[in-house]
């Protein structure tokens, strides 16, 4: 259990937790990204409240002051408000169905400073137009320029030559 801050009760606040880790106060989705914008969330508050605190003192850690969203591209973090606490923000849902067909579902996004809590305005997307926003999701995460090319490349060769389902 962890409190708002990703803090396990009890240390102090020098033992910190995300993910499957973590049982939060308030209910999160069991999906990757709420592990990403935990971590993103930490990864901010070191850099901007904790790299000053001399963890060699016996003093408890403080409390972090306001961060950005721990949101990620395509979303603008400057357009969400900063908190000191963690807050998860659903980006939608994406997925590929095969060779040429997707969904992406926007209507429980949390989009930035939006006025109201309704679906309404809120896009569904399906077919090879989901499929390619997935795609760009997908190679949007990778974290370097080779693979951002030869995962397109995987993708072309079994487009061409089928999926190799053969052991060695």
């Known amino acids: 259990i962890v409190d708002d801050y990703q803090r396990v009760p009890g240390t102090r606040g020098r033992i910190f937790a995300i993910g499957d880790c973590a049982a939060t106060p308030t209910s999160q989705p069991p999906i990757a990204s709420a592990a990403e914008q935990q971590g993103q969330y930490l990864a901010d508050c070191f850099n901007m409240h904790y790299s000053s605190f001399d963890v060699t003192s016996e003093s408890d850690v403080p409390l972090p002051g306001k961060v950005p969203a721990p949101v990620a591209f395509p ?66 995460k990778q974290l370097s320029w080779t693979n951002m090319i030869l995962v397109p490349m995987f993708w072309m060769k079994s487009m061409v030559f089928g999926r190799d389902i053969s052991r060695f």
């Open 75 to 140: 979303f603008p973090r400057f357009l969400y408000e900063h908190s000191d606490k963690f807050r998860y923000i659903s980006v939608g849902a994406m997925v590929a169905m095969g060779t040429g067909d997707g969904i992406v579902d926007m209507t429980k996004a949390d989009l930035p400073k939006e006025k109201s809590k309704s679906a309404r305005g809120k896009p569904t997307i399906r077919g090879i137009l989901a499929m390619f926003m997935w795609r760009g999701g997908y190679l949007s």
